[in-house]
């Protein structure tokens, strides 16, 4: 086999040429994320590649899959915090991070989504926040001014589920009621005569 062959085959990550990032140093990952759970700050996959010395594509990897065992917390924009690795032992990362790097790609594209759904989440319960804030400033200046801001209107779910209610027969029978019914013609038909 030539030189440039056998250097070729080799795969890189990082941008890194040779050994350098290939592989993550479990004892100097192990020490990083004891000495992060004492200062309890959130840290990037960048953060810890930087301090161990490997590539953040394997970073990334290893930390998504200790976070799925639990060992470590998600926080927002990607980051992470290492709460549950103060009282663990060497040993039992070892086998949390022989476990963690066998994630296959249908876990991490669950995984994945896992995170993409708790961040929507998270905006929603923001926005949900921010506009009962609005309303009760709203209220409360209507009341200072002594305007009665009304009977609250009545919910979404109730106005369906009153409909739902009616079923599709009871529906029609419903709108008849609803209508006034017309007079007679006096007697002539407007249909066809035979």
Request: cysteine-free.
């Amino acid at each position: 086999m030539s030189l440039k062959r056998s250097q070729s085959s080799g795969k890189s990550f990082g941008g890194a040429g040779g050994d350098s990032g290939g592989k993550i140093d479990r004892q100097d990952l192990f020490d990083e994320l004891k000495r992060l759970s004492g200062t309890a700050d959130s840290f990037t996959p960048v953060d810890v590649a930087l301090a161990v010395g490997a590539a953040e594509a394997h970073v990334s990897k290893a930390l998504l899959g200790l976070a799925a065992e639990g060992y470590l917390e998600r926080a927002d924009a990607g980051r992470y915090r290492a709460a549950g690795m103060a009282e663990m032992s060497q040993a039992e990362f070892v086998k949390a991070y022989a476990r963690a790097s066998k994630v296959d790609s249908a876990r991490q594209r669950d995984l994945s989504e896992i995170g993409r759904l708790k961040q929507n989440n998270d905006v929603m319960r923001q926005r949900l926040l921010q506009a009962m804030a609005e309303r009760d400033h709203y209220l409360s200046a209507l009341r200072a001014h002594g305007i009665d801001p009304g009977p609250p209107p009545a919910p979404a779910t109730a106005l369906v589920a009153t409909g739902a209610a009616a079923g599709p027969s009871g529906g029609a029978a419903a709108a008849a009621e609803t209508e006034p019914l017309s007079t007679p013609n006096d007697g002539e038909s407007t249909g066809p005569r035979d």
